[in-house]
């Protein structure tokens, strides 16, 4: 397996511009998670799904970020519209079932900045 | 509510020198650890996991960890420190119930030539 899969990579915007980021989960795993990454917060969970429904999106900052699971293998996280202060790294992560066992497989991440 | 605080957002040790990373949490049931490592420009991968079957627990890389109830810790070590280890190290604790993990903020450990 190719392990998480995200795109873009880098992303540079303008503030005001809508942002879209991609992430393909690993095959068979049902959770699938956003982090966002800065160094004034560390690691922040921004939502979860499970079996491709949201099941809590309390760490989304505000309405202008949504995130949405329209099947199995595919996730898309939102940014509309878009400001300076929302750059920073988002990860995607995915785990099987969860246990007290199972560890989360992050993606390599989507560097976003806004100017 | 389960937290787990790192103590040092920043190590810095010479190559061949003991890594100690600190960990402790606080837990209300029995809990579920891990450490993962992110190196630059990489996503998180896991170092190594408790799971209650030993209290000293191996992990990749030469490092390991050690799960001491009594002083709510969960400490990282590595014997010798290779520069190939320099990057961000992450403790993490199981939400319980949900088994959604709670990150700690995590510590920077710098090997020195």
């Known amino acids: 397996d190719a392990g998480v899969i995200q795109s873009p990579r880098h992303e540079v915007t303008e503030m005001g511009q809508e942002v879209t980021l991609r992430c393909k989960p690993i095959?068979?795993?049902?959770?699938l998670f956003w982090y966002r990454q800065t160094m004034m917060r560390g690691l922040e969970l921004l939502i979860y799904?499970?079996?491709?429904?949201?099941?809590?999106d309390s760490g989304m900052p505000e309405d202008r970020f949504s995130a949405k699971m329209p099947n199995a293998s595919f996730s898309t996280l939102k940014i509309q519209p878009s400001e300076p202060r929302d750059s920073a790294v988002y990860f995607c992560?995915?785990?099987?079932?969860?246990?007290?066992?199972?560890?989360?497989?992050f993606g390599p991440g989507t560097r976003l900045t806004v100017l | 509510a389960q937290s787990v605080t790192q103590l040092g957002s920043h190590v810095s040790v010479s190559e061949g020198a003991l890594v100690l990373l600190r960990c402790n949490y606080s837990?209300?049931?029995?809990?579920?650890l891990f450490w993962y490592v992110q190196y630059p420009n990489q996503g998180l991968q896991l170092l190594l996991k408790?799971?209650?079957?030993?209290?000293l627990v191996k992990g990749i890389n030469g490092f390991e960890a050690e799960f001491k109830k009594s002083e709510t810790s969960f400490h990282l070590t590595k014997p010798s420190a290779h520069m190939s280890d320099a990057a961000e190290y992450f403790c993490?604790?199981?939400?319980?119930?949900?088994?959604?993990?709670?990150f700690g903020r995590g510590t920077s450990l710098i090997v020195h030539p």
């Open positions: 799904f499970n079996n491709n429904v949201p099941i809590d």
């Open positions: 837990s209300s049931v029995p809990p579920y």
């Open positions: 095959s068979g795993h049902d959770y």
């Open positions: 408790y799971t209650s079957a030993a209290t």
């Open positions: 992560a995915s785990s099987f079932k969860p246990s007290a066992y199972n560890e989360q497989f």
């Open positions: 993490a604790v199981n939400r319980g119930g949900s088994y959604i993990p709670t």
